[in-house]
């Protein structure tokens, strides 16, 4: 089943801070998070795995709610590079041999 | 290193027609996925190959076949297109697949495929 993703869209100014939410009826074994710029391919940004550990690189962390079955994407003191759609993706159990994405979160930073 | 190729990058098709589109992975990769994106349904799991086995499929009906060679290029076949069919095609190649839950996919810069 297809993770579901909030916001759908959300406009910034550079500086601000975001957050996006992934979400599953179902219990998630892993959350991939990409971003796709557009007329470009979806580039990977971060794994987790079930545990609650929370990743991060520069300003874009995540954590994982293994009980929530749930996961969000922080982007702290958003830049204008970080203006795309981002995507979550799930592994429902281990093993798993599909990957289900989300809808997306279109994000737009403006000066 | 080489990224994620795909071939061709734009095509347009008449209803009733078939297509074939083609994935180079990365080399050392064994596994190809490849996924449907559109609008309204996002990004959306086809299937996976690996090591020339299809190993995963997701819901799309049999018109959507696939294949893979020995030096794990994919190819995806759509026969008799309908209108529907009009989407964004990516692959994604990754060494060990989707079995390999901590493994990153590499996605190509997708077919965009039009029918009319």
């Known amino acids: 089943q297809q993770p579901v993703q909030s916001p759908q869209a959300v406009i910034l100014r550079e500086g601000e801070d975001a957050v996006i939410n992934c979400s599953s009826s179902?219990?998630?074994?892993?959350v991939h998070w990409y971003r796709q710029k557009h007329g470009e391919a979806p580039v990977f940004l971060m794994i987790l795995l079930k545990g609650g550990e929370q990743k991060g690189h520069d300003k874009i962390s995540a954590s994982f709610n293994e009980k929530k079955q749930q996961s969000s994407l922080y982007l702290t003191a958003s830049q204008l590079s970080y203006s795309g759609t981002y995507f979550c993706?799930?592994?429902?159990?281990?093993?798993?041999?599909?990957?289900?994405f989300g809808q997306g979160t279109r994000l737009t930073i403006n000066p | 290193k080489a990224g994620v190729t795909q071939t061709p990058r734009y095509l347009i098709k008449t209803r009733g027609q078939q297509v074939t589109l083609s994935c180079s992975p990365i080399?050392?990769?064994?596994?190809v996925s490849w996924y449907q994106q559109t609008p309204g349904q996002g990004l959306q799991f086809l299937f996976e190959?690996?090591?020339?086995?299809?190993?995963n499929k997701g819901n799309f009906p049999g018109r959507f076949s696939g294949r893979q060679f020995s030096n794990s290029r994919s190819e995806m076949n759509v026969s008799t297109l309908e209108l529907g069919d009009s989407a964004l095609y990516l692959c994604?190649?990754?060494?060990?697949?989707?079995?390999?839950?901590?493994?990153?996919?590499?996605f190509g810069p997708g077919t965009r495929l039009t029918v009319l």
């Open positions: 993706g799930s592994h429902g159990t281990q093993g798993a041999q599909k990957l289900v």
């Open positions: 994604a190649s990754s060494p060990r697949g989707l079995a390999g839950i901590t493994d990153t996919q590499y």
């Open positions: 179902k219990a998630l074994y892993s």
């Open positions: 190959y690996f090591s020339e086995t299809q190993r």
């Open positions: 080399s050392g990769h064994r596994s």
